[in-house]
């Protein structure tokens, strides 16, 4: 008897986990004589509780299908969604009713930590219950700090981006010949992956940028002003590359280091970066230009500078997931296994996904040198397989030509709820 | 007798100025019945001033100067550098000496207003003391404020980075179903030509960015906050994208709005962009999520994601200027004269410099639509031709080659000179 397959994305965006989902597709549609229907949740878990759904086999055209893949951002829409913790509480039987009434065999989630912790639950509430529902979670995050998995899909474009992007901003600030510091804030809470891609923008030794900071590195005030006053001293223009969640030794934010003061002409609080914290510090403390460049939600969602073998594996990761539930597997993640560094070669792997849910993979210490202000040649092997290859990407009139589902209706701001401020002028 | 030519670039980088470069050095190794040597100043006339300057025609390599074509920012380096307006300042000897003393018989350079400046006072003194030298300005800014030019190299590169990261950006809102507001601020302290180039990214009507404010339009938070209300009705994820130099009716700043309060832990004042206050009364105002993104120097360095008919012009725009200094023009800037709509069609032609110069051209406004919250049909066929094609960019290791000049000795920062405050923690 066929089966059908429900498929849903949650948490951030990626320039990939559409190809993801291009994966659970294409193959869940290799397989008619299983697969019947591949549904998808609109923004995930959340959406499916109030029957937001729409069915992908029937509504996608080819063309859309092969669009999809390069597409950025969540086709489907997203949430942050988290499942009681408790398996007892009366959100698992709707569940379970809502994916029987339309006869789901396989359950597929593509996401990060959050979303293997819906797939871990709903894999555990089934096997309480005896349902022979499969669920696999799809891993993505570009902060590439899942466990269990040599790398993440999402991951290698970001860095790409970041690399590229790096690379142009340090040739911008090459421009002028007076001495001045440029901070680039990436994103990272709490993980260095994606800052660290910023050493892959040097070509020669000594290129900037000069000094890279991690969540994992330590940070302060001191030796930064030591570290930058040497960096000064080879090159006029310096690159300061920082993580979004560089924190002192205390555990205190550097972007909190403005808190107190950040107030608007109205007195509500503004929030800024450590970027613009450290610009700030730099510009008072040495009496030079500094500026700082927040490369933002660009380093989720730059589909055109995005990496063909992160694409490739980010849509290999949800045809393996699809073949493995097949096959049987349930509560597992798909994991991607390094088999050779050079040449770069891989397999996908099932992990179990209660091991991966709710934990963090920090940036390996010995991989950060220079007294916390670099990265060495280790990472460079470990992330330079992973930023290869470009998309041809689909342009019309000179911009690039995405897929997106028409809304299910807009859901209209409701001015009554709204904490209105008076409005000045 | 063959005479040299002397290029330098001045102003602001964009990802097309290394294009004019191209362009001049290419064009005058055609011409080697007349040109001996093609010179570069490095850092523009400031280092010139310095004896810094080096030989295009035997320091790079045929390798290079293809790679040049596809480079952002200043290979050169650049300045911001005026000369006095007193024609009987000594600076103007000095200058014309170095000129003689290097057989130069042409001088270009690569700029904005203020360095059409520059071209128009040489041009003027050699004029008065009967120097055969002659000057002419290849013109450059991602702003499109020049006058007498159709539009100006290196804006449709900005246009399109603009364009297609606003699309992405747009896609990664539409995520959530949650209210949220994306203020994404951009490049335009006077002209809103870039900023008006973010209607490009909408694909159907009603498609984000919903709201577009020009520093032309006027802006006041009463009309915002009415036009953003009705722009939520319609759906719940806003996109804005608005000039760094929007102001209020008084001609005050909108970034200027926190200017008071902005201060960090050390008691310095932080400045921040219009973008920043904006998310700011919208979160107060709404009550619901509000981000802001500033595209930065990015607008001006996004080499991958430049337009291919803007690298040809710019290159166009140097090789058209060598001929027509090598037939007698000077005092002149190269023009973009547009001949046809569609099929769009150009010309290169001669304008008279004294009136480029130290002039802003304002976006129309009968372009501005939507009382001052749109722009209209009008910009989007004037916009469209200057974004189109895709340059095959040479990639290494996953990321783009570029062209770079070897410095000519770092200029080390000296510690003495420092206002060095105390360092904290």
């Not at 709903?122 to 499969?134: D, E, K, N, P």
């Not at 899942?146 to 790409?160: E, I, N, V, W």
């Not at 992330?383 to 859901?411: C, F, N, T, W």
Request: hydrophobic share 35%.
């Amino acid at each position: 008897m066929t089966k059908n397959i429900l498929v849903g994305q949650s948490g951030g965006p990626t320039a990939v986990i559409n190809a993801s989902l291009y994966g659970v597709i294409a193959e869940g549609m290799n397989h008619l004589d299983e697969i019947d229907h591949v549904y998808g949740m609109v923004h995930g878990l959340e959406g499916f509780l109030k029957d937001d759904y729409m069915d992908l086999s029937e509504e996608l055209t080819q063309k859309e299908l092969e669009l999809l893949k390069l597409t950025p951002a969540a086709y489907l829409g997203s949430c942050r969604y988290k499942l009681p913790s408790d398996l007892t509480a009366p959100t698992y039987p709707t569940v379970f009713e809502k994916l029987e009434a339309l006869n789901i065999g396989y359950f597929f989630y593509i996401g990060g930590n959050d979303s293997m912790d819906t797939v871990s639950k709903l894999s555990r509430y089934g096997a309480q219950i005896g349902s022979s529902i499969r669920f696999v979670g799809i891993p993505k995050t570009i902060d590439n700090d899942l466990f269990l998995t040599d790398h993440t899909p999402g991951y290698g474009s970001a860095a790409k981006y970041v690399a590229s992007t790096v690379r142009e901003i340090a040739l911008d600030a090459a421009a002028y010949h007076q001495p001045a510091v440029t901070v680039i804030e990436l994103m990272g809470r709490h993980a260095g992956w994606l800052t660290a891609a910023s050493v892959l923008a040097r070509k020669d030794k000594g290129d900037n940028p000069l000094l890279i900071y991690l969540p994992e590195s330590g940070f302060d005030f001191k030796s930064f002003a030591r570290d930058l006053s040497a960096a000064l001293q080879t090159q006029p223009n310096v690159v300061v590359c920082v993580s979004e969640g560089i924190c002192d030794s205390s555990g205190r934010l550097i972007c909190e280091y403005n808190d107190e003061a950040k107030l608007d002409n109205f007195g509500h609080k503004m929030l800024t970066g450590c970027g613009k914290v450290l610009e700030n510090f730099v510009h008072n403390h040495f009496g030079i230009k500094a500026r700082s460049v927040e490369l933002n939600v660009c380093q989720r969602c730059s589909a055109l500078i995005s990496s063909a073998a992160d694409i490739e594996e980010a849509s290999l990761a949800g045809s393996f997931g699809v073949r493995a539930a097949l096959s049987g597997a349930t509560g597992k993640m798909v994991a991607f296994e390094r088999t050779c560094d050079t040449p770069y070669t891989m397999d996908c792997s099932l992990v179990d996904v209660n091991q991966v849910c709710n934990r963090e993979k920090p940036f390996p210490a010995q991989w950060i040198t220079g007294h916390g202000t670099d990265v060495g040649q280790d990472f460079i092997r470990y992330a330079l397989p992973l930023i290869q290859g470009e998309a041809a990407h689909p342009m019309k009139d000179g911009l690039p030509v995405y897929a997106r589902r028409k809304p299910s209706g807009p859901q209209p701001y409701d001015a009554s709820s709204s904490s209105a401020t008076s409005v000045p002028g």
